[in-house]
């Protein structure tokens, strides 16, 4: 049967050039209790939410987004609508849970792994999810980066040389304008040793009409940028949001998408894998599937780590490669990301390898003895190797 998306439900009274306007959409997203009240009737629980006011994470989506949200407890409502657990004292709270504050260099620059840097442009996203990892950074409303900051950033990255990567970030960087990504897709560019940018978004998800002819062409023309989209559930794959990914590979632009398991949300393989099979049809590359982080008001989202394992292992075998996301946790305080796969192995005897399938196909593996192992000859590609490793210390 051939995979179907469908559209939106345009609210009443909304011309349809307004409703498929991506400025039309930031400009009337929901933020108070009242424009909420309009569309919604308030839970018990989101009321008290949206009566603590300020000690809350700051609270907004788009018209769209919000008309795929159904009742109280629905998925989608639980990613965009406030709740008074958010309140509570969980079990592991923290404000800046990747440790990024620490491996902050200058301004806006998160310089975490050796190759590769996190350029925060902006700090404002269109729809504020409730278990955002950089609650200690996003929803201040700082819009662009500050010139003083943007050429601090710029000039940390130029005198890297073994930053390989810059991956935009914030906030959403696609809430800038053209013109603003523009200038940061081609100052990027201009630095010789910048391979790959990469662009980590959820407007394909929340606001799929900011992929415009427009923004396709910028992206083209700075290539190789990587577009990193970021749906948790099928039912964020509507008709629009099919079509704006379409709209990039079409066009040239790798898009690779990262889920996260959140609980009572998508913490079931079935529902994982009707995401993953309906985005490489799209032909978008199920990229991670992290573990929540632990940051402050998302207990209540977490799900357990033996939970996401065995969300994984039941797919094994069953679903496509391509299909199949990297199990991941980001160690709290910075540690890095791990990654978890199912462990087939049941024993070993020195370089034999005994494992059992997971259909129950029982092999051994038997390793070439360690005598027998030779290196090959890396003369040719050991300084930019150095290069690479050293790039958190070293300048030129």
């Not at 306007?21 to 209790?33: E, F």
Request: glycine share 6%; aromatic share 8%.
């Amino acid at each position: 049967m051939k995979l179907q998306f469908s559209p939106s439900q345009r609210w009443p009274n909304v011309s349809e050039a307004d409703w498929n306007s991506w400025t039309w959409q930031l400009r009337h997203s929901l933020k108070t209790q009242s424009d909420f009240s309009a569309h919604f009737e308030l839970s018990q629980d989101e009321r008290a939410a949206f009566e603590a006011g300020k000690e809350l994470f700051n609270i907004r989506a788009t018209p769209y987004y919000a008309s795929l949200a159904g009742g109280p407890g629905e998925s989608i409502r639980q990613i965009l609508m406030p709740h008074r657990f958010e309140l509570s004292e969980g079990l592991q709270q923290m404000l800046d849970p990747l440790g990024e504050k620490k491996n902050n260099p200058v301004s806006r620059v998160i310089h975490r792994y050796s190759d590769r840097v996190l350029f925060l442009i902006t700090d404002i996203c269109s729809v504020y999810c409730r278990f955002c990892t950089r609650k200690h950074f996003t929803g201040q409303d700082q819009a662009f980066i500050k010139n003083e900051e943007y050429e601090a950033a710029l000039n940390y990255i130029k005198s890297h040389p073994g930053i390989r990567e810059v991956i935009l970030s914030g906030g959403d960087p696609l809430t800038v304008s053209d013109a603003q990504l523009d200038r940061v897709l081609g100052d990027l560019r201009a630095i010789d040793h910048v391979e790959i940018i990469r662009i980590g978004t959820r407007m394909p998800t929340v606001c799929p009409m900011r992929v415009t002819d427009d923004l396709v062409k910028i992206l083209k023309k700075h290539k190789p940028v990587f577009l990193m989209s970021h749906f948790n559930h099928p039912n964020e794959l509507t008709l629009e949001a099919a079509t704006a990914l379409e709209k990039l590979v079409d066009n040239g632009v790798p898009v690779m998408n990262q889920m996260v398991l959140l609980n009572g949300i998508n913490n079931h393989p079935v529902i994982v894998q009707a995401l993953n099979r309906r985005l490489l049809y799209l032909r978008v590359k199920p990229y991670y599937m992290f573990q929540c982080d632990p940051s402050q008001g998302t207990d209540h989202l977490r799900t357990s780590v033996e939970d996401s394992l065995e969300i994984q292992k039941e797919m094994w075998g069953h679903l496509s490669g391509l299909a199949m996301p990297n199990l991941s946790v980001d160690i709290p305080n910075g540690g890095g990301k791990t990654y978890f796969v199912p462990d087939f192995q049941v024993g070993q005897k020195g370089n034999v390898r005994e494992f059992v399938g997971w259909d129950g196909v029982e092999a051994k593996y038997i390793s070439p003895a360690p005598e027998k192992i030779k290196k090959p000859d890396i003369t040719q590609y050991a300084e930019e190797w150095q290069a690479l490793k050293s790039s958190k210390t070293v300048k030129i």
